[in-house]
């Protein structure tokens, strides 16, 4: 089993509906990260928690640490918004990754 | 631009040839790490460095796999005598020990072994 599970592994949304990617993991951490990768490899950061909520325009992130569990949720999708999405725990030396989900937004 | 860098961007070899790859980390960032991503997965860990000090290796580094970071700055990875096994996007970040986990990604090098 790994140690960073996502789901689900491929989302198809139509622009403008609700998305939720979800991660549970297995390991103790001290921050979870979520993750931005776009074709061509690019990663780049959205949000880094250790605890309750964060919020980035139409980005919202949360965690539970008791429960190991966190998810992103992406208001009012847009096309552009189609990537991979990684989740990512930091067991204090390294990050260790989710295998991602795929987000392909239609319009 | 004074994000992370890597060069070469692609790369194809046949197999049995030696590859290196270099990443320049952002300015200041003492700790450097090395990723490979297969199609379809996350990112698995493969070394890290601080400083010039190489702290940590994955069990998935082989013996063909060798990475150095000499003056604590840039950063080269090795694979010698490549297997198509090891195709894979390879990536490098950098991250400020102060700044905790929070890591910047460079765009990557593809390997393309044939």
């Known amino acids: 089993k790994n140690e960073v599970e996502q789901s689900p592994q491929n989302l198809t949304a139509q622009e403008g509906e609700f998305i939720t990617i979800n991660c549970s993991y297995s390991?103790?951490?001290?921050?979870l990260h979520w993750l931005q990768q776009h074709p061509g490899g690019g990663i780049v950061s959205l949000f880094m928690?250790?605890?309750g909520k964060k919020k980035h325009g139409r980005l919202i992130a949360t965690i539970n640490i008791q429960e190991k569990h966190s998810s992103l949720h992406i208001t009012a999708s847009h096309p552009r918004d189609s990537a991979v999405y990684i989740c990512?725990?930091?067991?204090?030396?390294?990050?260790?990754f989710g295998a991602g989900t795929i987000l392909r937004v239609k319009s | 631009d004074t994000g992370v860098s890597q060069d070469p961007r692609h790369k194809i070899t046949k197999r049995g040839q030696n590859v290196t790859f270099r990443c320049d980390p952002i300015?200041?960032?003492?700790?450097l790490y090395w990723y490979r991503q297969t199609l379809g997965q996350g990112p698995e860990f493969l070394t890290y460095f601080q400083n010039e000090a190489q702290l940590e290796k994955s069990r998935l580094l082989s013996d063909r796999f060798s990475a150095e970071r000499p003056k604590g700055s840039f950063s080269t990875l090795e694979i010698q005598r490549t297997e198509q096994g090891d195709s894979a996007m390879y990536l490098c970040?950098?991250?400020?020990?102060?700044?905790?986990?929070?890591?910047?990604f460079g765009p990557g090098t593809r390997l393309t072994v044939l």
């Open positions: 970040a950098s991250s400020n020990i102060i700044a905790g986990s929070e890591q910047f």
């Open positions: 928690l250790s605890s």
């Open positions: 390991v103790g951490i001290s921050a």
């Open positions: 300015s200041e960032h003492n700790r």
């Open positions: 990512a725990v930091w067991n204090g030396n390294k990050l260790v």
